[in-house]
């Protein structure tokens, strides 16, 4: 008898006690890794569904969501996030007595990459936006410093975005690049397709110099929106920053629709 309610009081126990949150569990230590390492597991999400967050109270908001919970298929955002801004908070804790800098990527591909640093729980410290080139945001953290990041995501108006958020070592992000922009098959086919297109510019540019006739002028602004269609789309698909942004979101269909014109009047 004694035993039964000895069980039954712990079982009552374990049900009425909480047990503590490791708060260091959503921390990553910039001193322990040497290349790369993913922040998928240590990073809390917001989605601004209907667009009413901003710096002034996204530290207040309340359906903040870790990063694994969304179990995005290969990393690829859904359709509706296009147009949704996109808060991720982290913490970075540097436990060496040098000053050290990481890089802050968070996928592909983004117009506007906005880092905050926390302080004191409740105010935000805006980050000089150094990503605007190439979509790699550096972040310093002093020694022994244990800091709190607020990313502000904006994605690219494209078909497929991905979110996988990662740091990169300051030594190891020009290895990083290369790696990461090594061509594919796809990147192959369309660089020799950008040839050929090439090819009919100059050739009906030569003919419309010495022949003066429209059609061959026609025909070589075609060739030539096209080729600029296909060039910069194959160079800039797995590229951040703000070019790269304005280009997949907007001037890659300018470039569509006025070489569609010129063949039409061709």
Request: charged share 15%.
């Amino acid at each position: 008898m004694r035993k039964l309610i000895s069980i039954v009081f712990f079982i009552l126990l374990c049900k009425l006690v909480t047990a503590q949150v490791n708060i260091d569990s959503f921390t990553t230590n910039v001193s322990l890794f040497k290349d790369a390492a993913p922040l998928n597991s240590n990073s809390l999400l917001f989605i601004d569904s209907n667009n009413i967050a901003n710096a002034d109270n996204i530290l207040q908001q309340q359906h903040w969501a870790a990063y694994k919970t969304f179990s995005l298929n290969n990393y690829t955002i859904p359709a509706y996030w296009i147009n949704k801004k996109v808060f991720i908070k982290f913490t970075l804790q540097n436990s060496s007595p040098l000053n050290d800098t990481v890089y802050f990527y968070p996928g592909l591909t983004f117009r506007s990459i906005t880092v905050y640093k926390i302080i004191n729980l409740n105010n935000l410290q805006l980050i000089k936006d150094e990503s605007s080139e190439d979509g790699f945001e550096p972040l310093t953290l002093l020694a022994n410093e244990k800091t709190t990041y607020l990313a502000e995501l904006h994605f690219t108006k494209k078909r497929v975005g991905t979110l996988y958020p990662q740091l990169v070592q300051q030594v190891y992000l020009t290895d990083f690049k290369k790696i990461f922009y090594s061509q594919t098959y796809s990147q192959l086919v369309g660089y020799m397709l950008s040839g050929l297109l090439l090819m009919m510019v100059l050739f009906n540019g030569a003919n419309f110099q010495q022949n003066k006739k429209k059609e061959f002028f026609y025909n070589c602004c075609y060739a030539l929106c096209m080729f600029c269609l296909v060039f910069l789309n194959t160079f800039l698909i797995r590229k951040g920053g703000v070019f790269a942004s304005f280009f997949m979101g907007y001037l890659s269909f300018v470039f569509l629709v006025i070489g569609i014109v010129f063949y039409i009047v061709f």
